[in-house]
C-alpha cells in the first residue's frame, strides 16, 4: 500500500479531481511544496485575501486561479498524538475526531467541520459556514459538548495539524471543557483516516452527485444529509 503524499492529501480533499501536481505548473502560478515550508496548509481566497487571517504560520494554499504563497500568524499549539492510528473505543464519549472538508457551490465554497465518536461512529457534532475561521470548528465541538451535557472531562479530541486545531483559541476551549488534544502528524491523512473516511462517503454519496446553485443550498443539502 502506497503511503499518500503528504502535500496530496490537503490538495486531493480541497480539489478533488482538478487537483493540481506538487512540484508542477498548476492554474496561474507555480506549486512547489516540496520539503517541509511550514506546519498548516492554509487557503486564500480567489485574488489574494486570507480566508483564515489570524491563525498559526504555515503555507497559504490557494484555491485554482491563485498562487500557494507564506503567511505569517500565530505559534502553533503542541499537542501530542494520543490515537496512534487506534480508531476504536470501548465505550462513547472517550474518543473523538474532528476535520474539516470543502464542497463548491457556484457562488463559492463552503466549509464543513465534524465532530465523530469513535465508538458509535456517529457525527456528534458538526457545523458548516461560508468560512473557515476557526469559530467554525469551535462551533461543531460546542455541539458535541452540548449534546454530551458537558460531561466531557478526559475526552479525547483528535484532529489533523490544521490551523484552527493549533490555534490559541481551540487550546482554551480544550482546557475549559477538560477535553484532551491529540493531534496526528503533519499532512499525514492516515492519522485521521475515520474523518477522511466519512467526507470521502459524504462527497461520494451526496456532494457528487448534487449540484449546489448557493452556498445556501449546500449548506441546507449537507445538513439534510448528516442529519
Not at 457528487?208 to 448557493?214: A, G, H, L, S
Given at each position: 500500500l502506497q503511503r499518500p503524499d503528504p502535500a496530496r492529501c490537503r490538495l486531493a480533499d480541497a480539489f478533488g479531481d482538478r487537483a493540481p501536481r506538487v512540484g508542477t505548473n498548476a492554474q496561474a502560478?507555480?506549486?512547489?511544496l516540496a520539503g517541509e515550508v511550514g506546519d498548516q496548509f492554509r487557503f486564500v481566497e480567489p485574488g489574494g485575501g486570507q480566508v483564515?487571517?489570524?491563525r498559526d504560520a504555515g503555507t497559504a494554499l490557494s484555491l485554482p486561479g491563485d498562487v500557494i504563497q507564506l503567511v505569517d500568524g500565530e505559534r502553533p499549539v503542541p499537542a501530542p498524538d494520543l490515537i496512534?492510528?487506534?480508531?476504536?473505543?470501548?465505550?462513547?464519549?472517550?474518543?473523538?475526531?474532528?476535520?474539516?472538508?470543502?464542497i463548491k457551490s457556484w457562488e463559492g465554497w463552503v466549509y464543513?467541520?465534524?465532530v465523530i465518536d469513535l465508538h458509535s461512529r456517529r457525527v456528534v457534532g458538526w457545523a458548516v459556514a461560508d468560512h473557515m475561521r476557526t469559530e467554525?470548528?469551535?462551533?461543531a465541538l460546542a455541539m458535541?459538548?452540548?449534546?454530551?451535557?458537558?460531561?466531557?472531562?478526559g475526552v479525547i479530541a483528535h484532529a489533523d495539524r490544521g490551523s484552527q486545531y493549533t490555534s490559541n483559541d481551540m487550546a482554551v476551549y480544550l482546557e475549559?471543557?477538560?477535553l484532551r488534544g491529540s493531534m496526528g502528524r503533519t499532512g499525514v491523512c492516515w492519522d485521521n483516516a475515520l474523518a477522511e473516511s466519512f467526507f470521502a462517503s459524504l462527497k461520494n454519496e451526496f456532494v457528487?452527485?448534487?449540484?449546489?446553485?448557493?452556498r445556501r443550498k449546500a449548506i441546507d443539502g449537507i445538513a439534510h444529509w448528516i442529519e
Open positions: 502560478g507555480e506549486i512547489d483564515d487571517e489570524d496512534g492510528r487506534d480508531f476504536t473505543a470501548t465505550g462513547p464519549n472517550q474518543r473523538w475526531c474532528g476535520d474539516i472538508t470543502y464543513l467541520a465534524t467554525l470548528v469551535l462551533d458535541a459538548v452540548a449534546a454530551r451535557h458537558g460531561d466531557v472531562a475549559r471543557h477538560g457528487y452527485r448534487t449540484v449546489f446553485p448557493t
